[in-house]
């Protein structure tokens, strides 16, 4: 059952949303340095946090009503919520069935990958920046690097496909570890995207001097890996341009929402884990769902608030803008 644009997820840019990203929790077990203090962040409290049930009925809208076919649940770490398989499978259970996949830090895979994959997951994105001990320690202050490779492993075990890995590159830290994080992942048979650091993280010290860009990332990688990028006009509106290595089959992507922006062909919407609408990734306003929802809105006006929420986005995120402002609420409470 499509739904034709006037009912789906439609901006003022002709743009129509039907990638749908979940945040289901904004707490987190690492403290990546890029994202948030080693203290944490002040949590959202329980009563303010969407119920499982609240978190379906909506995906559920999303669905049948607006013509989402793709969700994504994140965090904050979406292993942390207690009911994510249930979510999951119910999700999964929707009709017309949605593309159903979760971007993790891998911490607790290993545990739940088999059940996840039972309950339809479709695919997983695993964050990991580093193989090395001493500066996975050093990026996210914590000593939890063989949680990550046993979550890693457990999640090709039990047949979640592609496993990606996302992996951020800081200039000084890990920038020099590019070649050995793709070998690796070439050599498990992971799909590695390089993402540019985004001014996204709680202390507000994005510094695009210390970001390492998508020219910088090719130039470290295409000599040893015979980088060619592939045919343009299947990206569609991927984040990721994907490169092949040594001629293909396998790939290589970078995601450079700062330096090379692909907001023109941006299909996604966010629901965080409070129940607000976020237009884009660096939205500085939300739509409120929750009130509405608790207040026993009916589906269909549910559906009507959020196809209001969309028309309010705007045609880029306007990093480069001199009077670009960073949005209130963090990456760890957005989720990727
Ligand atoms: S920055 Fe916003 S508009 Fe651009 S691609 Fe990301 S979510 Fe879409």
């Known amino acids: 059952m499509t739904t034709t644009p006037q009912l789906g997820l439609a901006d003022n840019y002709g743009r129509v949303a039907t990638d749908l990203r979940v945040s289901l929790t904004d707490r987190c077990n690492l403290r990546c340095t890029y994202c948030m203090p080693e203290e944490g962040l002040?949590?959202?409290?329980?009563?303010?946090?969407?119920?499982?049930?609240?978190?379906?009925?909506?995906?559920?809208?999303?669905?049948?009503?607006?013509?989402?076919?793709?969700i994504r649940f994140t965090g904050g770490e979406p292993l942390l919520r207690r009911g994510l398989v249930g979510i999951v499978d119910r999700t999964t259970n929707l009709l017309p069935r949605p593309q159903v996949s979760?971007?993790?830090?891998g911490i607790g895979l290993a545990r739940q990958a088999e059940a996840l994959r039972a309950a339809g997951l479709d695919r997983v994105n695993v964050s990991l920046d580093t193989v090395r001990q001493d500066t996975f320690e050093q990026l996210t202050r914590r000593d939890r690097l063989k949680d990550v490779l046993a979550g890693?492993?457990?999640?090709?075990?039990?047949?979640?496909?592609p496993v990606k890995v996302n992996a951020v590159l800081m200039r000084g830290v890990n920038d020099d570890q590019?070649?050995?994080?793709?070998?690796f992942c070439l050599d498990h048979g992971y799909e590695l995207r390089f993402i540019e650091q985004m001014p996204l993280d709680a202390q507000h010290g994005w510094d695009r001097s210390t970001m390492i860009t998508a020219d910088e990332i090719l130039e470290k990688l295409s000599d040893r890996f015979g980088l060619e990028p592939t045919d343009a006009a299947t990206r569609g509106s991927a984040p990721a341009e994907s490169f092949t290595v040594h001629g293909g089959p396998q790939t290589v992507g970078i995601i450079a929402s700062v330096t090379r922006p692909f907001c023109g062909d941006c299909d996604r919407v966010r629901l965080t884990a409070d129940g607000q609408v976020r237009d884009c990734l660096f939205a500085r306003t939300e739509s409120d769902l929750r009130t509405a929802l608790r207040g026993g809105a009916s589906d269909e006006e549910l559906a009507d608030r959020w196809r209001t929420a969309m028309r309010g986005k705007l045609p880029g995120h306007g990093i480069a803008d001199p009077s670009f402002l960073q949005p209130a609420r963090p990456m760890s409470a957005i989720g990727g």
């Open 178 to 183: 590019a070649p050995e994080l793709l070998q």
């Open 152 to 161: 890693l492993a457990a999640a090709h075990a039990a047949g979640l496909a």
């Open 42 to 70: 002040d949590w959202l409290a329980k009563p303010e946090l969407l119920t499982d049930d609240e978190i379906v009925r909506l995906v559920s809208v999303a669905v049948t009503h607006l013509g989402v076919d793709e």
């Open 102 to 105: 979760l971007t993790t830090n």
